[in-house]
């Protein structure tokens, strides 16, 4: 501070200060101590605001916990609130599309860093970077039209011979949410592999070598030497991954099937289509709350700091 | 033993490839099929009557402006407000340090429809209606985080004798800034500013929640996408992508075209210097 104070002068040094008030304050800090705020008071018509109803409560927290409903896991049957359901629906598939993307990421990863000749390498990254500068709407949308029922791919299938008749891929063959579990890891496939890359790259060639040359096999190299050194790459792309997915609301939307809900489109339909803000305050609180709870894990599991996961 | 492993990585590489562009090209020739719905089989034989439609659109035309004015203002504000949080926090240590960079990097994490919900409550408490500015400020909230990480990344390969020095010779603090700081930083600004640009063009979930009745590009494709499809979709889709190709070739061309300069430049310097080796013998 006072470094800045002797380079920059008072006037430049509270400016800098001004400006990143203003970024903290009104569009960080204060933002979500209303949504915290909020999310304890009750829906009012605007006349009831400041009225001796508008006292704070609980009811938006547990709406969470009510309408509980018949539903089954690994076939065992047991009743829980819808909600709920639908909340922890949208966290066991996010973390299968998080480690689906990290095998189809790690091999990619490893090939960019250390096999590909460094002369195509600016190539091969410009061409990953364009399908990431396609829009998600778009990129989930081309995922639709090649599941639909009279699509490219099973009219593929069913012409190869490998399929009888078309499958109605969208409704789901293994769960209801097999559409949108594809669709998440095509979008958000590219968001592990450069983290990773990042990380294998900076590992010294020698090691691997030297690795080789004392008789590990392949699989013992890479359990041993490559992902131990890439472990802060692998816990930045798990929690973009993780996070993107269980907050994407496009992806559930444009390859819905008929059983599948994610828990943002429960928030897009409290607060668009109900308008019930304080209620969608309480569930976007229970989103910070899991997204805390995921980096933490990630940070302990994985021993990185926050720096290495932001980056 | 290498060989074989080398073939495999090329031949995932191309498979990965593939599984990344087979969809867009699926999509994109969409856009060409004489069908009401967007498919490439059964194909219908060949339209463009999609483009016509698409341009015809009025919709398509304030949302495709508003979204480059909404990116344009997130660039005007997240560059200066990330470049000087980064300053800031390069000049600080310890426990506040690491309060401020959590603080600054926590928007990153958080699921965009929460920014945007926040956002949206916050300013309706201060008597802001809902609209494109309060989609601008949600999205800056997190794209000058972006920012902030280039430019503090960058701050570090930063001599700050070269301040010192100027503030010796008698330069003013504005002098210092803008001679000396700012030119170092100039790459990182420019790279902020363009990820800035494109993070704002692509951003749905924040806009969704805080746009009150304005469209932009994303929740035009979505709400489309949502209401009956029509392959005018395929053609947006399509024109999208060709300018996506059409900037990488470039950038491309350009990225090959400084690396062969510099390799002339070494190859010259290298003779110039024998020569000058030779004519001294």
Not at chain 1, 80 to 94: A, E, K, R
Not at chain 1, 112 to 123: D, G, I
Request: hydrophobic share 55%.
């Amino acid at each position: 501070m006072q470094d800045l104070l002797r380079r920059y002068g008072a006037t430049l040094t509270g400016a800098f200060v001004v400006l990143t008030a203003f970024w903290l304050l009104a569009l960080v800090i204060l933002p979500n101590v209303t949504l915290f705020e909020s999310s304890f008071r009750y829906y009012l018509p605007v006349v009831d605001i400041g009225g001796p109803k508008d006292v704070y409560t609980l009811a938006n927290y547990q709406k969470f916990i009510n309408n509980p409903v018949e539903t089954s896991f690994l076939g065992i049957p047991f009743t829980m609130p819808i909600h709920m359901i639908t909340f922890f629906n949208t966290v066991i598939f996010s973390a299968i599309v998080t480690v689906i993307t990290f095998v189809l990421s790690y091999p990619l990863a490893y090939y960019l860093a250390k096999m590909v000749s460094p002369a195509s390498l600016p190539t091969l990254i410009l061409l990953l970077f364009i399908p990431l500068w396609v829009s998600e709407a778009l990129r989930a949308f081309a995922w639709y039209i090649i599941l639909t029922f009279n699509g490219p791919l099973n009219s593929s299938l069913v012409g190869l011979g490998l399929l009888d008749s078309p499958i109605r891929w969208q409704n789901g063959v293994v769960t209801a949410y097999d559409a949108i579990v594809i669709g998440l890891v095509y979008t958000y496939v590219l968001f592990m592999v450069f983290p990773i890359y990042g990380s294998i790259q900076s590992l010294d060639r020698n090691q691997i070598e030297a690795a080789e040359d004392l008789g590990a096999k392949w699989w013992q190299t890479h359990w041993r030497v490559v992902l131990p050194h890439a472990k802060p790459g692998i816990a930045s792309g798990c929690v973009m991954v993780f996070m993107l997915s269980a907050g994407s609301l496009l992806v559930p939307t444009v390859l819905p099937s008929t059983r599948s809900n994610w828990f943002t489109q429960t928030i897009q339909v409290l607060m668009l289509e109900s308008q019930d803000w304080n209620s969608g305050a309480a569930y976007s609180f229970l989103y910070i709350l899991l997204c805390t709870v995921v980096v933490t894990l990630v940070m302990w599991l994985f021993k990185v700091k926050l720096s290495d996961i932001a980056k | 033993m290498h060989r074989k492993r080398n073939l495999l990585g090329h031949l995932y590489m191309g498979a990965f490839l593939f599984y990344l562009f087979v969809p867009l090209a699926i999509m994109g020739g969409a856009a060409f099929n004489d069908s009401r719905l967007p498919s490439v089989y059964p194909w219908k034989g060949w339209t463009g009557r999609w483009f016509a439609e698409l341009f015809a659109d009025q919709v398509m035309w304030t949302s495709f402006i508003n979204t480059i004015l909404v990116a344009l203002a997130v660039v005007a504000l997240a560059v200066p407000l990330g470049t000087a949080g980064a300053i800031l926090i390069n000049s600080i240590s310890g426990k506040v340090r690491g309060a401020l960079y959590g603080l600054m990097v926590a928007p990153i994490l958080m699921p965009g429809a929460v920014i945007g919900i926040s956002t949206l409550l916050f300013w309706n408490h201060a008597n802001v209606p809902p609209g494109l500015h309060l989609s601008v400020f949600g999205q800056v909230s997190y794209i000058a985080a972006f920012v902030m990480l280039l430019v503090l990344a960058r701050l570090q390969s930063f001599d700050p004798a070269l301040e010192e020095a100027a503030l010796d010779l008698g330069a003013s603090h504005g002098q210092v800034l803008r001679r000396i700081l700012l030119p170092h930083l100039a790459p990182a600004l420019g790279a902020g500013a363009a990820i800035a640009f494109f993070q704002s063009i692509e951003n749905f979930n924040v806009t969704l929640f805080t746009r009150g009745t304005s469209n932009t590009l994303t929740v035009y494709v979505f709400s489309k996408v949502r209401s009956g499809i029509t392959p005018t979709i395929n053609a947006l889709a399509l024109i999208l992508i060709s300018v996506t190709i059409v900037c990488a070739i470039w950038y491309e061309i350009a990225r090959r075209r400084a690396e062969r300069r510099a390799l002339l430049l070494e190859r010259t310097a290298t003779l110039e210097s024998a020569a000058m080796l030779e004519s001294a013998a």
